[in-house]
């Protein structure tokens, strides 16, 4: 039995030098592998080029015949075109019409990016002078004129550009074709010293060419064009503001009052608003907006001169993604603790110009909270109420390039909850004093910070 246990010590002894010895060891097992780099996925572009071309005085290279055109004799363009991505210029300026009067524009359509694009006209016309007007758009290919001139109605012009749709597939690849008009000879009296105004449109949209990994051409047979709409009623913008997968540009041709609800802004959009006014009862109390799921706005408009002739009422861009920026325009609102520009939840806002007025108790003309991000790079700004502060970061950032303020009642700037504010040098020389107190004010180089304590 003692030598069992014996046996048994030694064994035991024998295993714990055994670990010992290891300790330090070093293990060799097979092992490989394999390195892939430089995988990517890169966009390509969709973008077109448009260029306009006048007749020429005296018939050249190249020249063209349209049977029922200019008495059937040659003519000619200038060489010299008219960037439409960069001239405002109007293509057409007639004066002195009469009846029997026709001329013609070279219109030509580039794909200036790398993804095949559909593209389409969009016409808007007016005048009391249509009736007595007549259009053919022809298609000229390889420097050659295809199909047959046929007078159409100038009234039709809208509804026939919208049903052309015409494709350019590769890089480089152009569409040609010859706009001609004309005044015909019956035309009577009636129509002398009327006109004819038209605004004239190109889009550009995906089309079926390129393959996706599956095969198929097919993935963008649905694509949208991008709208360009004019709207007059609440319906008609409440629609726009909120249209998916497509940029959106609004024209608004008059004021619009018994906006009690405010808008919502879900889509791309870009508002042209001139000095048109969105007003939630009559018209001193702005409609609110409010961008948010992701939705981006643009606001271009044109400061009434009466302090109450509000563009709109607050600005709200709430929800990361969600983006506004407004260019001019007069705001106001009124009640306490309200923010006239505002980012919540991670929205981002940028304010190029405007006017901006809060009135009420801890009122503040433009706020961050909640992670959102404010640029402020220009405008005018006002509040009025006890403890308003006219700058509130409140867990979110303002930048400040340039402002003027106008009146404040209370103090400029204030932060809390982790909020800053970074108030340019350049914008404000002297060290910020109107501060909320309990908050610091430091050095941080081109800016000065303004933070919670």
């Known amino acids: 039995m003692k030598s069992s246990k014996s046996s048994l010590l030694a064994s035991g002894a024998s295993l714990l030098v055994s670990a010992a010895l290891l300790v330090g060891s070093t293990f060799a097992w097979f092992t490989d592998s394999v390195t892939n780099t430089g995988n990517k996925i890169e966009a390509g572009t969709l973008a077109i080029n448009a260029y306009a071309y006048d007749l020429a005085k005296d018939a050249g ?10 008495g059937g004799k040659e003519f000619s363009f200038e060489q010299k075109e008219q960037d439409l991505n960069i001239s405002q210029d109007p293509i057409i300026s007639e004066t002195l019409w009469e009846p029997g009067v026709s001329s013609a524009k070279l219109l030509k359509v580039e794909n200036a990016g790398t993804l095949a694009v559909k593209i389409k006209l969009q016409f808007k016309t007016d005048g009391e002078l249509t009736n007595a007007l007549w259009f053919d758009f022809v298609q000229v290919k ?11 109605p100038m009234s039709t012009l809208p509804t026939f550009a919208e049903n052309l749709e ?4 590769e890089s480089g690849d152009s569409l040609q074709f010859i706009f001609v008009y004309g005044m015909y000879e019956d035309a009577g009296n009636e129509y002398q010293n009327k006109d004819f105004t038209a605004d004239v449109t190109i889009l550009g ?35 726009a503001l909120n249209t998916s997968g497509v940029p959106v540009e609004i024209t608004l041709s008059k004021s619009l009052q018994d906006l009690r609800g405010g808008l919502n802004v879900t889509g791309d959009v870009t508002l042209n608003m001139d000095k048109n006014m969105l007003s939630s009862s009559s018209s001193i109390v702005g409609a ?16 009434n001169d009466y302090g109450f002739d509000y563009t709109a009422g607050g600005l709200t861009a709430v929800g990361e993604d969600s983006t506004l920026v407004i260019n001019g325009g007069r705001y106001g609102i009124s009640g306490a603790f309200g923010a006239e520009v505002a980012g919540k939840d991670g929205g981002t806002v940028t304010i190029n110009d405007g006017i901006f007025s809060c009135s009420g108790y801890q009122g503040h003309a433009v706020m961050a909270t909640n992670g959102a991000t404010v640029y402020v790079k220009g405008g005018q700004y006002s509040v009025a109420g006890a403890s308003s502060i006219a700058m509130y970061a409140d867990g979110g950032t303002i930048v400040v390039e340039d402002c003027t303020f106008t009146a404040v009642n209370g103090k400029r700037y204030g932060a809390v909850n982790g909020g800053q504010i970074l108030l340019s040098k350049t ?22 910070l303004i933070s919670a304590e």
């Open 427 to 448: 914008c404000s020389p002297s060290k910020p004093t109107s501060v909320v107190s309990g908050c610091t004010v430091t050095d941080n180089g081109d800016y000065w």
């Open 142 to 152: 390889d420097g050659k004129v295809t199909g047959t001139f046929t007078k159409r």
């Open 288 to 303: 609110s907006i409010t961008v948010k799921e992701g939705g981006s706005l643009s606001i271009n408009a044109i400061a």
């Open 61 to 70: 290279e190249p020249s063209f015949t349209i049977e029922g055109v200019n």
């Open 166 to 169: 015409l494709p350019l597939v």
């Open 205 to 239: 949209a995906q089309y079926t060419s390129e393959m996706d990994g599956f095969g198929s051409n097919q993935y963008d047979a649905q694509a949208k064009y991008p709208v360009k709409t004019e709207v007059d009623d609440k319906d008609s913008l409440e629609e």
